[in-house]
């Protein structure tokens, strides 16, 4: 979806960027150019993408940039962001824990997977809020959520003001 919608000149957020995949793959399947700033709360995750970027900085086209920024969300970063996409930790940690494959739990680190039921809605909430200050006029924000919560993420989206909002 993101690659569909991508244009000349856009500035880009990946906020839980971990090991780089997403937005790597992003430069190398475009020919547009742009730049992605590749955020995570995680030094080590922030690591491996640097030592990933290094390896594939040979496949971006001329123009192409890519940095990263260790921030909470997008606390640290200065926008604003013609798009902003995120595989942020949405797994309730009590709620979800059953439905999580034990293959993810042994290799993802947990501040990437999960966050505290009682925070959970907050953290989305504040998130959102942020997303939607961060974000041109006609920026887009595009994400991926747990399945038991996107309906209840969707009407939190249109309480923090976005519209057109789509699961």
């Not at 960027?17 to 992003?26: E, K, M, N, R, Y």
């Not at 059953?98 to 505290?116: C, T, W, Y």
């Amino acid at each position: 979806e993101t690659l569909s919608l991508l244009e000349d000149g856009m500035n880009i957020a990946e906020v839980g960027v971990g090991s780089g995949a997403i937005s790597l793959s992003l430069l190398k399947a475009t020919d547009k150019v742009i730049s992605i700033v590749g955020v995570d709360i995680c030094e080590k995750a922030l690591d491996v993408a640097e030592i990933n970027a290094f390896r594939f900085e040979r496949l971006f086209k001329q123009g192409q940039k890519f940095s990263l920024i260790k921030s909470d969300r997008l606390s640290l970063v200065e926008g604003p962001f013609d798009a902003i996409i995120s595989n942020p930790p949405y797994i309730k940690k009590r709620a979800d824990c059953d439905s999580v494959h034990a293959k993810v739990l042994e290799f993802e680190p947990s501040v990437a997977l999960f966050i505290d039921d009682d925070e959970y809605d907050l953290w989305f909430t504040n998130f959102f809020k942020d997303v939607y200050n961060k974000l041109t006029d006609n920026g887009f924000f595009l994400m991926e959520g747990h399945e038991r919560h996107l309906s209840d993420q969707a009407n939190l989206l249109k309480v923090c003001d976005f519209k057109d909002v789509k699961i």
